[in-house]
């Protein structure tokens, strides 16, 4: 009988030790919250998060990141536009990096308040500039309480969507 429960909690904490583990350095579930990364991500979709990529590699253009807020005890969920070093500029409602036109394939609206990136800013060694896909419906670093997103802050990159099943998927 004692071999038995010491087997069982054995085993309970062998579970949740796998689990802490799995869930602080390769992957975690989070939900997003709002419509500012619409049409690509919805309110309550439910998502896998990378935490192991960036470890090996730098984060691109166009990935999907998850950081935390600043002043909450929440998490942001935005595309990368810029890269360390380089000039980001929103210009008559576009962006500009480094002076050029940005192609934007996901996102098709003008951005009606270009706020702190009115005038150019320059991307220092470790930051990145992110914006949400729904331009005119996302607090991103246009603004000055979310700002430029630094290396150490990335959590991870948005991989799968799990949820709802219809749309379920790697992104």
């Not at 439910?46 to 998850?66: A, E, T």
């Not at 990368?80 to 980001?88: C, D, M, R």
């Not at 992110?130 to 309480?145: H, I, K, T, Y």
Request: glycine share 8%; proline share 4%; net charge negative.
């Amino acid at each position: 009988m004692k071999k038995g429960l010491i087997e069982v909690l054995f085993y309970i904490v062998l579970v949740f030790g796998v689990s802490f583990l799995l869930t602080t350095y390769v992957g975690q579930r989070t939900r997003v919250n709002g419509e500012s990364m619409y049409p690509t991500l919805h309110d309550d979709d439910n998502l896998i998060v990378d935490k192991v990529s960036y470890r090996f590699s730098d984060p691109r253009r166009y990935d999907i990141i998850v950081f935390p807020y600043r002043y909450k005890d929440m998490y942001f969920i935005k595309r990368i536009i810029g890269l360390p070093g380089e000039t980001v500029q929103i210009l008559d409602g576009y962006v500009y990096i480094d002076g050029k036109k940005l192609d934007e394939h996901f996102c098709d609206e003008k951005i009606q308040n270009a706020a702190l990136a009115s005038d150019p800013i320059t991307l220092g060694d470790d930051e990145y500039f992110v914006l949400g896909d729904n331009r005119n419906a996302s607090e991103d670093s246009r603004f000055p309480d979310v700002g430029n997103v630094r290396r150490k802050e990335i959590i991870g990159r948005a991989w799968v969507r799990i949820w709802p099943f219809e749309r379920a998927g790697s992104l």
